[in-house]
């Protein structure tokens, strides 16, 4: 499992023009799936995006988490994090999972950061054209892979 996390003081998601998820502060993340991510890939991760000290404290430190900071979560499926570039220069999704299989995970994903945070997740519409919309707040923008923990 692949995100991309960015720190924002706004973020919203549209489908045809409909606003269909949006958050004040908070932490809008992008997330990829591929067929060998686990209950033990959403677990991590979850748990690694609410516990990710990114938010400044009292003295402008960063050093409280998005549940600490009393921030959202946007989430957006995204099949594109697993691109490969290798040849040509046309993007291979060959190892992005399918829907059928990356859908049931990002449900999994959001309910476990609904949990997490202790407040409903928004999200997009999986599998739409979505436009996403946000303020950076530093900016501060990290990728994650729950397969190459850092």
Do not use: C, H
Request: aromatic share 6%.
């Amino acid at each position: 499992m692949r995100v991309v996390v960015q720190r924002v003081r706004a973020a919203a998601v549209s489908v045809d023009g409909q606003v269909v998820g949006e958050i004040g502060a908070g932490l809008l993340v992008l997330a990829g799936f591929e067929d060998a991510d686990q209950a033990s890939d959403l677990d991590w991760m979850a748990q690694k995006l609410t516990r990710l000290r990114i938010f400044a404290d009292a003295e402008g430190v960063m050093n409280r988490s998005v549940v600490d900071a009393g921030g959202d979560i946007l989430a957006v499926s995204q099949f594109t994090l697993y691109a490969s570039t290798r040849k040509g220069n046309r993007p291979s999704w060959s190892r992005a999972a399918r829907g059928e299989i990356s859908q049931p995970l990002f449900e999994r994903f959001t309910a476990l950061l609904t949990q997490m945070l202790g407040r409903p997740v928004p999200t997009g519409v999986f599998g739409a054209d979505m436009q996403v919309s946000l303020v950076n707040d530093g900016p501060v923008t990290l990728t994650l892979d729950s397969r190459n923990p850092e």
